[in-house]
């Protein structure tokens, strides 16, 4: 992982219980490596909350999209293009992502709210820069409250 992209990570996870760090997860995309992370909002203290304005709340979450690309030996951080959506059995929504930049690292997040206990389900529809296709990328994650 290139430093820039380890810093921006901690940075923004910083506050966050440290078992959480080890939740973050990836997925393979032919050479593109995109890592996601939903991370309840109390878990991340209030001034860095502030410095990305995420609304922290008891019922509040947010997720951490960014994509790498594999080339040989190295991996790159690119920009991408992305819409998605959330759901659970009762409520819906698009995201809106704000894009995030630390050096050379990328990244996004985009809130939501959530009821405990419910399974959410997420798909992400991302273009990294330079790709020549876009990929859909669906999983469902359990939330509760802290």
């Known amino acids: 992982m290139p430093k820039s992209f380890a810093k921006a990570l901690i940075l923004l996870l910083a506050g966050v219980l440290p078992m959480l760090a080890h939740a973050q997860q ?30 922290r709340g ?7 999209l960014a994509v790498r690309e ?26 809106e992502f704000k894009e995030i930049r630390e050096g050379d690292a990328v990244y996004y997040i985009a809130e939501f709210k959530f009821i405990n206990e419910e399974w959410r389900f997420f798909e992400i529809d991302f273009r990294p820069e330079g790709a020549n296709k876009t ?11 802290n």
Request: charged letters at 20%; proline letters at 3%; a positive charge.
């Open 58 to 64: 008891k019922k509040r979450a947010f997720l951490n």
């Open 70 to 95: 594999h080339n040989g030996d190295t991996a790159v951080t690119r920009p991408m293009l992305l819409q998605g959506r959330t759901w659970d059995l009762i409520h819906g929504q698009t995201f």
């Open 135 to 145: 990929y859909t990328f669906k999983f469902k994650h359990q939330l509760y409250i």
């Open 26 to 55: 990836s997925e393979m995309f032919d050479n593109y490596e995109l890592h996601y992370t939903v991370v309840n909002s109390t878990f991340v203290a209030p001034e860095v909350a502030a410095s990305y304005g995420i609304t």
